[in-house]
């Protein structure tokens, strides 16, 4: 089926450092969305970006909704141990697909203490 | 908190064996969403539910699998015969399905099938 192109794969750092993770599509999405998925549970919504060019905080977290609607990237600032996990983004298309979800192959995420 | 709930959680069959699985969405949540994730991989869309009507179907979704939601509340996901090819996370999501924010899909535990 069809994923987004999700980078890094993974990363390792240090307590206290931010993180970057973006995501690409060669479709327009009308709305993307952030997850963070802990083993053995369903994924948790973080952030929903609905505009082109929007910017989005939620606590330590910021998202933006890329001005061609085919990208958006996710900011971790000054890393905590339980960000721990899985983070995914998600495209979304409302109108003729039924808003189902288009996901990343997602970013694991370890954080060091 | 009546969040998406999903029964059960964790379930091991043999293959050839027929399951079926249970989602409760949030409550007054039109839209209900079944996909399936395996290891390593994001989540990949099943199928989806507007009210009761089971509306779109993913090539994923073989003759093998059937889903319902009768009354337009809870859904149940079946699997006939299944095989090793099977196991995975099955998680389901649902959301009010309006406009805007009313898109919002929220997940359940999910359901980890393992086919043996």
């Known amino acids: 089926g069809q994923q987004l192109n999700q980078s890094p794969q993974s990363m390792f750092i240090q307590e206290g450092e931010d993180v970057s993770m973006n995501c690409t599509s060669s479709s327009i999405f009308n709305t993307w969305l952030w997850y963070k998925q802990d083993p053995g549970e369903g994924p948790v919504l973080l952030i929903a970006l609905y505009k082109a060019g929007e910017l989005t905080s939620n606590g330590r977290l910021t998202a933006q909704f890329g001005i061609t609607r085919k990208d958006s990237f996710l900011n971790i600032s000054a890393s905590i141990p339980s960000d721990v996990g899985i983070y995914f983004c998600a495209g979304q298309t409302l109108y003729n697909q039924g808003g189902k979800l288009i996901f990343g192959q997602g970013t694991e995420l370890s954080v060091k203490p | 908190d009546t969040g998406v709930s999903q029964d059960p959680r964790h379930k091991i069959t043999k293959r050839g064996q027929n399951v079926t699985f249970r989602c409760d969405p949030i409550?007054?949540?039109?839209?209900l969403y079944w996909y399936r994730q395996t290891l390593g991989q994001g989540p990949e869309f099943l199928t989806y539910f507007q009210n009761e009507a089971q509306l779109e179907k993913s090539r994923l979704l073989s003759d093998r699998f059937s889903a319902e939601r009768p009354k337009g509340s809870f859904s149940t996901l079946e699997i006939q015969r299944t095989e090793q090819g099977d196991s995975a996370m099955y998680l389901c999501a649902s959301s009010l399905g309006r406009w805007g924010r009313d898109h919002e899909q929220y997940f359940g535990p999910g359901t980890r099938l393992t086919v043996t």
């Open positions: 409550s007054e949540h039109n839209r």
